[in-house]
T-cell receptor, first 117, second 114 residues
Framework: DGGITQSPKYLFRKEGQNVTLSCEQNLNHDAMYWYRQDPGQGLRLIYYSQIVNDFQKGDIAEGYSVSREKKESFPLTVTSAQKNPTAFYLC????????????????FGPGTRLLVL | AQSVTQLDSQVPVFEEAPVELRCNYSSSVSVYLFWYVQYPNQGLQLLLKYLSGSTLVKGINGFEAEFNKSQTSFHLRKPSVHISDTAEYFCAVKRGNSGYALNFGKGTSLLVTP
């Protein structure tokens, strides 16, 4: 079955530690996204990538980094510079730009919950 | 950039009653609007979307929404809710300059009770 997988489901970070959240998709989508979800605040865009080896900052990129070396993978690293990392992190993907309107849909993974020890 | 505002943070409703979840969007020439549902500790699932054409959009699980350009609204409706509809609902709009990334509202928690 095609879809998006995120791992781990729960992740614990110690102070000063960098942690990496995995996101993999087998939908053959060009574009991938990372969102952060906090209670009562909806989802906020961290980073997005429209094509391999290219990515752009979203609204809250400070303290995060990404890479896009493969079409199917878009890992997110939460660095020690992110002072309030506790949140639910959601990865999404969609087909690339320039396509038919009906293909403008983002598909979401099951999420990773990051907690600070 | 495009934005949406969900007018209710919580909506309690009895089973089999109708429900409306309200969403207003910022005005623009063209707009792509979406409603997603999230069950506890899960990702988001698309309910329906408006890209163009008919202003009444039908989605999954019996939900529908109406795009109203004059009132800049995209309210979600269901004529008869079930206990299983209890979830968080998010209205979203395509951002103008970030590929197909979305701007989300803060969510509406729908609680259906017997």
């Amino acid at each position: 079955d095609g879809g998006i997988t995120q791992s781990p489901k729960y992740l614990f970070r110690k102070e000063g530690q960098n942690v990496t959240l995995s996101c993999e998709q087998n939908l053959n989508h060009d574009a991938m996204y990372w969102y952060r979800q906090d209670p009562g605040q909806g989802l906020r865009l961290i980073y997005y990538s429209q094509i391999v080896n290219d990515f752009q900052k979203g609204d809250i990129a400070e303290g995060y980094s990404v890479s896009r070396e493969k079409k199917e993978s878009f890992p997110l690293t939460v660095t020690s510079a992110q002072k309030n990392p506790t949140a639910f992190y959601l990865c999404a993907s969609s087909r690339g730009p320039g396509l038919a309107e009906h293909q403008e849909t983002q598909y979401f993974g099951p999420g990773t919950r990051l907690l600070v020890l | 950039a495009q934005s949406v505002t969900q007018l209710d943070s919580q909506v309690p409703v009895f089973e089999e009653a109708p429900v409306e979840l309200r969403c207003n969007y910022s005005s623009s020439v063209s707009v792509y609007l979406f409603w997603y549902v999230q069950y506890p500790n899960q990702g988001l699932q698309l309910l329906l979307k408006y890209l163009s054409g008919s202003t009444l959009v039908k989605g999954i699980n019996g939900f529908e929404a109406e795009f109203n350009k004059s009132q800049t609204s995209f309210h979600l409706r269901k004529p008869s809710v079930h206990i299983s509809d209890t979830a968080e609902y998010f209205c979203a709009v395509k951002r103008g300059n970030s590929g197909y990334a979305l701007n989300f509202g803060k969510g509406t928690s729908l609680l259906v009770t017997p």
